[in-house]
């Protein structure tokens, strides 16, 4: 099948022909900042002060709290209310993270939210370590000739502290042993959802039975393959229904749907809403606040 592309979202410029930005929170304007749109590069959002803002993020709302940080993906659908919030940016783009040497499933376990949101609540401590290295990339980019090299590896120590904090609060719902494995699935999941694969098929990937991987999703993600599927996909469907010109019946099709009824019927299901009212909606999540 043919996977065509036509996303008129907005993206929102963050690098400025940089590797890496870092700003404070209150300094950040953009026209673009509370309409929905996407991003040129991975966003760290840390929240210092607030009134009482959020952000939504593909389709699901989140309070701006104080200590409060922000994991925020390329692509991701993102419209922020600001109400004087006071913090700390932090732009990077794909390229720059690779040469951190970040693998790849440490990058999911960021930015995918695959266990509950994509933020973290940082205690005292960990707030003032998060301060002191975004200001030492920060003077480092205000050197006449900033190095790369120094930059990526303090980019790697901030995001491994991160990751260390992220891998403490998933340790708190999921063992060791099985959170790999889970991760894995994730990252399964999103290469392969528009193709509609049978739990047989990611069972087979994890060599693992169907019976179990579904016991395993029940326990510790309170899901299963299936739904995970049908959530992806009901994902995609919103944002490209909400951020392209496609039709309905183009819509499904290129998500797998070969019979646009049974998209309709689908999205109905999941989203308690035609997809034209969807669309006709605006940016009003149909998600209840997290």
């Keep these: 099948m043919k996977k065509q592309t036509d996303y008129s979202l907005p993206t929102q410029g963050l690098l ?17 900042s509370e309409v929905p ?4 590069a991975y ?6 002060e607030t009134k009482g803002g959020d952000n939504l993020i593909d389709f699901r709302r989140y309070e701006m709290v104080a200590g409060r940080l922000f994991l925020i993906g390329q692509g991701q659908a993102h419209q922020r209310k600001s109400l004087q919030e006071r913090g ?12 951190t040497g970040i693998t790849a499933h440490d990058a999911l376990v960021l930015f995918g939210a695959v ?3 994509p933020y973290l609540d940082l205690d005292a401590s960990f707030q003032r370590l998060f301060l002191q290295l975004t200001e030492l990339i920060t003077l480092e980019l205000q050197q006449p000739v900033p190095s790369q090299a120094i930059l990526s590896r303090y980019l790697f120590i901030l995001l491994n502290y991160v990751l260390r904090e992220c891998h403490v609060e998933i340790s708190k719902l999921t063992p060791a042993r099985h959170s ?3 991760f894995k699935l994730s990252g399964l999941v999103e290469e392969n959802y528009v193709q509609h694969k049978p739990i047989s098929f990611y069972a087979d990937a994890l060599d693992i039975t169907p019976k179990h991987l579904n016991s ?5 993600l309170q899901t299963t393959v299936a739904d995970m599927q049908n959530a992806r996909l009901l994902l995609e469907s919103k944002r490209l229904l909400y951020f392209s010109s ?4 183009e819509i499904g099709y290129q998500l797998g749907f070969e019979d646009d009824s049974y998209f309709v019927r689908f999205f109905k299901r999941w989203a308690g809403t035609t997809p034209m009212q969807f669309r006709a909606s605006g940016s009003e999540s149909t998600i209840p606040d997290v």
């Design 16 to 32: 400025f022909e940089r590797d890496i930005v870092v700003m404070p929170l209150e300094a950040f304007v953009s026209e673009l």
């Design 37 to 40: 749109h996407r991003h040129d």
């Design 43 to 48: 966003q760290l959002v840390f929240v210092q």
């Design 88 to 99: 700390v940016l932090v732009f990077f783009s794909e390229a720059f993270l690779q040469t």
């Design 115 to 117: 266990y509950q949101h």
């Design 180 to 182: 790999e494995r889970l």
């Design 216 to 220: 395993l999703c029940r326990q510790y």
């Design 246 to 249: 496609l039709s309905v019946k």
